[in-house]
């Protein structure tokens, strides 16, 4: 049994230290010294990690949102990947499970699909861009702010979704997906995508919010 199962005790209190442990780096910094870090790292769920042939664990900002993100690359390997820390503490105790997993996969790539249609189209001409930040005023409570977001309206875009899915009779574990250049869960079969596209483009309207009321609006109760 892994020391980090006794170490830690249980996944939420996992997540908070290691949380801590990569806080505590900077950008660029090689973490291959950190015992704790390369424990995980044996623990990934999908990916084969050689220890002993390591070159290095950096953390690096990781596109296409540049969140910082733990990499590593092997010694006979051009190619560095990267890793979610969360998997390997879900592994560690037992609660990884692959299908459930992979459908949160896909679900993000019908999502960045949507992204493609007319959310970007009204997005771009409702807001105006200042030093690569959006700003916009919130359609709830009237600030005027930046990092405005698009706020699918009235009707949620889990329910978008959802509908798309019962209509087409679609399985969420039978759609293929692979992550592109920029780091983006997409679709396969273009035939999906595309079709997918366009039938959200047609349910989908929009209301900018500032991110405290997108929060406190969430789905608007849709389950």
Same mark, same amino acid.
């Given at each position: ?26 950008i ?11 424990e ?6 999908? %990916? %084969? ?17 540049? /969140?910082?993100?733990?990499f ?68 709830n409570?009237?600030?005027?702010? %930046? ?8 009707i ?9 899915? %019962?209509?087409?009779?679609? /399985? ?27 039938y ?18 969430g ?5």
């Amino acid at each position: 049994m892994s020391y980090l199962k006794e170490k830690y005790k249980n996944i939420t209190t996992a997540n908070k230290n290691v949380g801590n442990i990569i806080k505590n780096y900077r950008i660029g910094d090689d973490i291959l010294q950190d015992k704790d870090i390369i424990e995980l790292l044996r623990h990934h769920p999908t %990916k %084969k990690i050689n220890i002993d042939k390591i070159e290095y664990v950096k953390l690096l900002l990781r596109p296409p949102y540049n /969140t910082p993100s733990i990499f590593y690359k092997h010694k006979d390997d051009n190619d560095k990947d990267d890793i979610s820390w969360k998997l390997c503490i879900q592994n560690l105790f037992g609660k990884y499970i692959r299908e459930k997993s992979y459908i949160e996969d896909v679900k993000n790539s019908f999502r960045n699909e949507s992204h493609i249609g007319n959310k970007k189209k009204y997005f771009i001409n409702n807001t105006r861009v200042e030093n690569n930040s959006f700003h916009g005023e919130c359609s709830n409570c009237k600030i005027i702010t %930046k990092d405005i977001t698009t706020d699918h309206y009235p009707i949620p875009y889990k329910k978008i979704l959802d509908d798309y899915i %019962k209509e087409k009779n679609i /399985t969420l574990s039978n759609v293929e997906i692979f992550e592109n250049e920029q780091n983006e869960m997409r679709i396969k079969n273009k035939n999906i995508a595309e079709e997918w596209s366009t039938y959200h483009d047609n349910k989908a309207s929009y209301r900018l919010l500032c991110k405290s009321c997108n929060s406190h609006f969430g789905s608007y109760g849709y389950k």
